[in-house]
C-alpha cells in the first residue's frame, strides 16, 4: 500500500498508485493549496469576541477553533475569498492585497 | 453445445452466463437487443444483476464507473452516438482504470444519420485507454466478451475492455456457434477481487481525484505500462480460452499467409468476405493473404511488422474514415509498425464499407488485382483511394 505521506512532486511513476487513488482519508490536510491565495486575510485577535460566526462561513475550513476559541487562519488551506470579513461583526478580520499576511 | 444465436444473443448469453453485478443499461441500435435480452435474464432471475436503467450512455457508463470503483463488476452495450455520448467516461473509466467491459456493436457515427456498420463510433474512441478487441463473426464476439474480464481485471493491466462487433451484418445474423457451459465460464473469469474498492470499509479510498501538474503525466505513464502489459495478458487468456474451448485467438489472425506475397489487413466482418476472395484467388494461383486484426488496443505493430515482412504489396482496409486526409486510422497504425521493416512491402489504403456499404467478394478480388499490378510495376499509384462508391472515375 502506497501512502499520501510517502509520495511528493519528486516521486518517479513506478511508485505512484494507479488511476491516482489514494487510500486514506484526510489527505487535503497535507496539501498546500493556499499558494492559490492572490488576497489574504488577517486575524486581529484583539478585537475578536470569538462570536464564530466566520468559522461555518469559510468554505475551506481554514479557520481553526481550540477550547471554544477561534485561532489564526490556517494560510496553508485559505484561498483568500474574503467571506469571513464579510461576515465578521467586529473589526477584527481585514484583508490584504496578495497572497501573504503583512 | 451448439445453438443459434444472433451476435446480440450470443453476447447477452455471454453476460447472463458471467452473471455480472452492475449492467449501465440504455438502447441504441443496433446494440439494443444486448441490454433487452439481459433484461428478460434479469426478470426471470436467471442473474442477480443489478439492472440499472438510465437516461443517456453518459449515465450507463457513469453507473458502470461507480459500480467498478465500489467494487463491482460492470457491463454495459452501446453503439455510435450512443458511444459518442460516453466520450468523457470512457477515460474517466481507463484513467481510474476500471475494468468495465462494454459491448460496443460497431455502427456509423453520425453524420448523416446512419444505423448500419462501420468502425467510425470505436475507432474515435481508440485513444481513450481502453483495450479493444474485435469480432469477424457470432463465435468472436461471443468467445471475446468472456476473455475480456480476465484481461481487463488483471492487477498488471486493469484497463476496461471494449468488445466490438460489426452492427447488423453480426450483432442481427443468426449463425450456428459453440457456446461453453455455464460453470466453465464462471471458472474461467473467476472471482473479481480488486484489492482496494470503495465498498472495502476497513481501508478508505478516493477514486478520481484531481491531479495535478506534477503528478498527471505519472499517471499517465503508469496507464500507458498497463495497456503494453494487456498484449501479454491477452495472449495468456487466449491460451487459457484455448484449454476450455479448442477455440484458438491471438492479436490478429493470419489466413494463408504462409507464402503470401499480396495482403490485406483489415478488421471485423469483412474477413469473412475476404477469405472467400483468398481461396477463389489461391485456385487460380494467386499467392493471396490475410491479417485481420483482432486486437486494435494495444495495437500488435511488432507482431504485424513480423507478418507482413515478406510479402510485396499490402492493402490496409479501413471501414472508417478518419479524416486525416492521410489515409484511415488502420493505416496510420500499419504503415507506422512498417516503418522498421528493412524491406517493406508496398502499402496503399483503402477506405470501404461506410455506413454499411456492402463489399463483396468480387471487390476484394479487385482489391488483389490492383495489389498484383502494384507488385508487378513497382508503380503504387494513388495511396489512399475510397471503394465501393459511385463515381465517375473508375477507381478499384
Not at chain 1, 19 to 48: K, L, M, S
Not at chain 2, 94 to 123: E, F, K, Q, Y
Request: aromatic letters at 8%; a negative charge.
Amino acid at each position: 500500500m502506497i501512502y499520501a505521506k510517502d509520495i511528493n512532486e519528486h516521486t518517479p511513476w513506478q511508485d505512484l498508485t494507479p488511476g491516482g487513488e489514494i487510500y486514506e482519508p484526510g489527505t487535503a490536510r497535507a496539501f498546500d493549496t493556499g499558494t492559490w491565495r492572490t488576497n489574504t486575510p488577517v486575524f486581529h485577535a484583539q478585537a475578536c469576541k470569538h462570536c464564530m460566526l466566520c468559522v461555518p462561513f469559510c468554505p475551506d475550513s481554514a479557520i481553526p477553533v481550540k477550547d471554544g476559541k477561534r485561532l489564526d487562519f490556517d494560510y496553508m488551506h485559505c484561498k483568500g475569498c474574503g467571506i469571513c470579513e464579510n461576515v465578521c461583526p467586529f473589526p477584527a478580520i481585514t484583508m490584504v492585497t496578495g497572497g501573504v499576511a503583512r | 453445445m451448439s445453438n443459434r444465436l444472433s451476435g446480440n444473443e450470443a453476447v447477452a448469453y455471454a453476460m447472463k452466463q458471467i452473471n455480472p453485478d452492475v449492467m449501465g443499461a440504455f438502447p441504441i441500435t443496433p446494440s439494443t437487443e444486448i441490454p433487452e435480452y439481459f433484461a428478460q435474464f434479469v426478470a426471470d432471475g436467471e442473474v442477480n444483476t443489478e439492472y440499472v436503467t438510465v437516461e443517456s450512455e453518459h449515465s450507463s457508463m457513469s453507473v458502470c464507473i461507480a459500480a467498478q470503483a465500489a467494487g463491482a463488476r460492470a457491463v454495459s452495450a452501446t453503439s455510435s452516438c450512443g458511444l459518442a455520448l460516453m466520450y468523457e467516461l470512457l477515460y474517466v473509466a481507463a484513467s481510474c482504470r476500471l475494468p468495465i467491459t462494454l459491448a460496443c456493436v460497431n455502427r456509423a457515427l453520425s453524420g448523416p444519420i446512419n444505423i448500419n456498420a462501420d468502425h467510425s463510433d470505436s475507432m474515435g474512441a481508440r485513444d481513450s485507454g481502453w483495450i479493444q478487441i474485435y469480432a469477424e463473426n457470432n463465435q468472436e464476439a461471443y468467445d471475446n466478451f468472456i476473455m475480456a474480464m480476465p484481461i481487463g481485471e488483471t492487477p498488471s493491466v486493469r484497463l476496461p475492455v471494449m468488445s466490438c462487433m460489426d452492427g447488423f451484418i453480426t450483432s442481427h445474423a443468426v449463425e450456428n456457434i459453440e457456446l461453453l457451459a455455464t460453470d466453465a465460464v464462471r471458472k474461467f473469469i473467476g472471482e473479481y477481487n480488486p484489492e482496494n474498492y470503495l465498498l472495502k470499509k476497513e481501508n478508505p479510498l478516493a477514486v478520481g481525484p484531481y491531479d495535478v501538474s506534477p503528478y498527471y503525466m505519472e499517471h499517465k505513464v503508469l496507464e500507458a505500462e498497463a495497456i503494453k502489459a494487456a498484449k501479454a495478458r491477452i495472449l495468456e487468456v487466449a491460451a487459457e480460452f484455448e484449454m476450455i474451448s479448442g477455440r484458438s485467438y491471438g492479436l490478429f489472425e493470419e489466413y494463408r499467409m504462409e507464402d503470401a506475397e499480396l495482403a490485406l489487413v483489415l478488421i471485423g466482418s469483412t474477413a469473412g468476405t475476404a477469405k472467400a476472395a483468398i481461396d477463389k484467388l489461391r485456385e487460380n494461383g494467386v499467392k493471396a493473404g490475410l491479417v485481420k486484426i483482432r486486437v486494435f488496443r494495444p495495437f500488435p505493430g511488432e507482431e504485424l511488422a513480423r507478418a507482413l515482412a515478406n510479402t510485396r504489396a499490402v492493402a490496409v482496409m479501413d471501414k472508417s474514415e478518419g479524416f486525416s486526409a492521410n489515409g484511415g486510422p488502420l493505416f496510420a497504425e500499419t504503415r507506422s509498425a512498417l516503418y522498421d521493416l528493412k524491406e517493406r512491402p508496398y502499402l496503399i489504403n483503402i477506405v470501404y464499407g461506410l455506413g454499411g456499404r456492402d463489399v463483396k467478394t468480387e471487390d476484394v478480388e479487385k482489391v488483389f488485382c490492383r495489389l498484383a499490378n502494384i507488385a508487378e510495376t513497382g508503380e503504387i499509384g494513388p495511396i489512399y483511394t475510397h471503394m465501393g462508391q459511385r463515381s465517375k472515375e473508375d477507381i478499384a
